[in-house]
């Protein structure tokens, strides 16, 4: 393959030291300590039950300490007679407020039941999110401990991903179950400019960081992920040569085809299908194998969509073939198909599929390349689509997501794969026919669930904008800033569990801070994103200005009439 970055170049593989060394991020992640067994403050007692909502009745008398002070958006305990209860507060109200300052005040704290601590056998504690039994009447509502925020955020347990830190607790760890990841599906959105690609490379890091088994592979929209994984990335342009016309499934030639020159005719697509798998078995009987000839032994039968090399020049030639036979196809019809397969294959946006001349079988390296097998010491593929055409992007995730989910069924044992799809509203929209190709191949692998060994991690600055029918297989939500009121409302009304405290804070986030939903999180959380090393944030290198460019003290240098020339040749032709 021809490729401006080859993954074919000898390097000795790297160990896992040296892969964490370069990932190591310039901030003190030790988790504080605390005593065990901390005493809590409590705050008040449980007024009504209704499910799993409660009303806690706080009395703000003279002694009440401000620092216990439940807040909405924050959690307290129930101290039931049969668990210790862990509740978020989405609400507090003051229904009899005293005239005199120097009064007892009464206030009304609104709480979501969440999960419960519990104690094992061996006298330790663990949180789980199921609840035994419901609180009753008057227990006691008190403040969390910090012993209780290490016990809920799991900050001494093994295997978990760190990505940062509580954000109201920032001595507390911040950790995502990988198994919620990779078994199911999850978004990571919000507005541009808060965080998001950043974000999305601290989990790829913290993947590697914590030595899971995992494959990951980065669709990079915009080529900005090249500088983020050091070594422990192998990053694959997609220039002429990396995905070809003959790796294609029928869907996605017809589509191109037809983008280029024109709806096809149902006749003329029969005709496409014969076409190309005469030209297919032309290739298999000059390049005979073993698997082929087991193959026709036991009849397999080469279809379009059988991923075999072909060259475009036998498509013209079995049309020919045809032409001078005797059959009920007008000539007319034949003639114009070989005319498109000629703009097809001179179309200067399609070059990047069409332009390669040799004919080899590089559909090995490729998946081999783009999927980390083996892994080769490095664990995490960047997969580059900046400058391409629409259309050819289009078909690019195509062909990833069908090979993948291919791998995957064919290989259930094999070590996970996690897709992490940039500008996931472009390749999953809300209208199927803005992307028919990327949708249907996605929409398998979201609907697959935990059947198979891939997941997709959908990543957006526009959550309307992304399929309904998506969105119903993303169980986990990575909610970073979200300014406009209706995306808000986007948010809540497809956000997997009910936290009202917290989830409508997702307007007010800093940049770098996201509220976690779902499995992934062992309670609804705001969090604050580890900070990169700066440069290693991800970052479109066309578009980057230094401190002194964008002060002006640097001189910009003007286009002459020659590289002027040079750019219309290449918008006109697509001429390097």
Not at 317 to 330: E, F, G, R, T, Y
Not at 412 to 427: Q, S
Not at 504 to 512: H, I
Request: one cysteine or more; hydrophobic letters at 40%; glycine letters at 6%.
């Amino acid at each position: 393959m021809n490729r401006t970055q080859s993954s074919s170049q000898t390097h000795r593989p790297h160990t896992p030291e040296e892969l964490l060394h370069q990932l190591q991020d310039p901030v003190d992640e030790a988790p504080a300590t605390v005593k065990a067994g901390a005493p809590r403050m409590p705050v008040g007692q449980v007024v009504s039950v209704n499910g799993s909502h409660v009303l806690v009745m706080i009395n703000l008398d003279k002694d009440f300490a401000a620092e216990f002070m439940p807040r909405v958006g924050g959690m307290i305990c129930i101290e039931s007679k049969s668990a210790e209860i862990v509740a978020g507060v989405s609400g507090l109200s003051s229904p009899a407020p005293g005239l005199d300052s120097e009064e007892e005040r009464i206030l009304i704290a609104e709480v979501e039941l969440y999960g419960e601590i519990r104690h094992t056998a061996s006298g330790s504690r663990a949180y789980a999110r199921r609840i035994a039994a419901l609180p009753s009447l008057g227990d006691v509502a008190a403040a969390l401990s910090e012993d209780d925020l290490h016990c809920i955020y799991r900050t001494e347990e093994a295997g978990l991903l760190k990505v940062g830190t509580i954000s109201n607790a920032p001595e507390i760890s911040a950790q995502l179950s990988p198994a919620a990841l990779l078994q199911e599906n999850f978004a990571l959105f919000g507005a541009p400019g808060c965080g998001t690609s950043a974000a999305a490379a601290v989990l790829a890091r913290a993947f590697v960081k914590a030595r899971f088994p995992v494959r990951t592979l980065i669709i990079d929209v915009h080529n900005e992920y090249s500088r983020s994984f050091g070594r422990a990335a192998s990053i694959v342009p997609v220039v002429t040569g990396t995905i070809t016309h003959w790796m294609l499934s029928l869907r996605e030639m017809v589509y191109l085809t037809e983008k280029a020159t024109g709806p096809l005719s149902e006749q003329e697509k029969d005709l496409l299908i014969d076409s190309i798998i005469a030209a297919k078995k032309r290739y298999v009987r000059a390049n005979p194998s073993a698997s082929s000839n087991e193959a026709a032994e036991q009849g397999v039968r080469i279809t379009a969509d059988t991923p075999v090399p072909y060259r475009l020049g036998d498509i013209v030639v079995h049309l020919k073939k045809v032409l001078q036979a005797s059959n009920d196809i007008p000539a007319d019809v034949i003639q114009h198909m070989e005319t498109r397969m000629e703009v097809l294959s001179k179309e200067p946006r399609y070059k990047p599929i069409f332009g390669r001349l040799a004919l080899d079988d590089s559909l090995t390296e490729l998946l081999s390349e783009i999927f980390r097998m083996p892994l080769a010491g490095k664990s995490i593929s960047v997969l580059q689509l900046g400058g391409l055409e629409e259309e050819v992007a289009e078909v690019v995730v195509s062909v990833v997501a069908r090979f993948a989910r291919m791998i995957a069924e064919a290989r259930k044992d094999t070590t996970p794969l996690l897709i992490m799809l940039e500008e996931a509203h472009r390749f999953l929209p809300m209208n199927v026919e803005d992307a028919p190709l990327a949708s249907q191949s996605l929409q398998t692998i979201l609907e697959a669930g935990n059947k198979l060994s891939v997941s997709l991690g959908l990543i957006t600055s526009r959550l309307r904008g992304v399929s309904s029918n998506a969105l119903e297989h993303i169980d986990n939500y990575l909610a970073m800033c979200l300014p406009g009121r209706a995306d808000q409302d986007h948010f809540l009304e497809t956000a997997p569990e009910s936290a009202p405290g917290i989830l409508e804070n997702v307007g007010g986030l800093e940049n770098g801070e996201c509220i976690a939903v779902g499995l992934l999180s062992p309670v609804p959380a705001r969090l604050t994103f580890t900070r990169l090393p700066a440069d290693a944030v991800p970052r479109d290198p066309a578009r980057v200005m230094t401190t002194e460019q964008s002060a002006g003290s640097v001189s910009h240098t003007d286009l002459d009439e020659e590289t002027l020339f040079a750019l219309i040749e290449q918008m006109r032709f697509g001429t390097d």
